[in-house]
T-cell receptor
Framework: DAGVIQSPRHEVTEMGQEVTLRCKPI?????LFWYRQTMMRGLELLIY????????DSGMPEDRFSAKMPNASFSTLKIQPSEPRDSAVYFC???????????FGPGTRLTVL | GQQVMQIPQYQHVQEGEDFTTYCNSS?????IQWYKQRPGGHPVFLIQ?????EVKKQKRLTFQFGEAKKNSSLHITATQTTDVGTYFC?????????FGKGTMLLVSP
């Protein structure tokens, strides 16, 4: 298995633009997680899905952020409009069960100018 | 909400010295996981502890889970330059995994 796949690996955009981050979890994993990592705040859980259904989105910072999982092999995290304070590394992770180890993707480094 | 505190934030050691990072949760945990993130990389799972008082070893790494299931530690014996990175504990509460802010370990040869 190729592991968790994320794209793009790097994204530089201007304030106000829409940004879409993509994730393909490991096949057969029931859980998918989106995290954001910054120096100041560390690794924060934004939202997680179980069997494609969003379970907890309390970590989503504001309405500018949205996430979808249309099928078991694909998820997106969208920021519209983007702001400089959204600059961070965004990780997607998946796990077989809720309490199992999480496998992280390589991350997307987002820079909003 | 659940909070996981980790200390120290940063430690710089000479190769061959020991290293310990400590993790404390504000609530009782169902399990605790440890991850390592190399510079520029992504978190990689190391181990999961489930039982009260549990101790597990992986070569030079020793992991402990406290009796009250609210704290944990990771000890590395005789550090090597390959141990460089940030070590995160992650506490599993009722539903979500909450990560500590990590301890960054630097090892000088």
């Amino acid at each position: 298995d190729a592991g968790v796949i994320q794209s793009p690996r790097h994204e530089v955009t201007e304030m106000g633009q829409e940004v879409t981050l993509r994730c393909k979890p490991i096949s057969g994993h029931d859980y998918l997680f989106w995290y954001r990592q910054t120096m100041m705040r560390g690794l924060e859980l934004l939202i997680y899905f179980n069997n494609n259904v969003p379970i907890d989105d309390s970590g989503m910072p504001e309405d500018r952020f949205s996430a979808k999982m249309p099928n078991a092999s694909f998820s997106t995290l969208k920021i519209q409009p983007s702001e400089p304070r959204d600059s961070a590394v965004y990780f997607c992770a998946s796990s077989l069960r809720q309490y199992n180890e999480q496998f992280f993707g390589p991350g997307t480094r987002l820079t909003v100018l | 909400g659940q909070q996981v505190m980790q200390i120290p934030q940063y430690q710089h050691v000479q190769e061959g010295e020991d290293f310990t990072t400590y993790c404390n949760s504000s609530t009782t945990l169902s399990n605790i996981q440890w991850y390592k993130q190399r510079p520029g990389g992504h978190p990689v799972f190391l181990i999961q502890l489930v039982k009260s008082g549990e101790v597990k070893k992986q070569k030079r790494l020793t992991f402990q889970f406290g009796e009250a299931k609210k704290n944990s530690s990771l000890h590395i014996t005789a550090t090597q330059t390959t141990d460089v990175g940030t070590y995160f504990c992650a506490g599993q509460g009722y539903s979500t995994l909450t990560f500590g802010k990590g301890t960054m370990l630097l090892v000088s040869p």
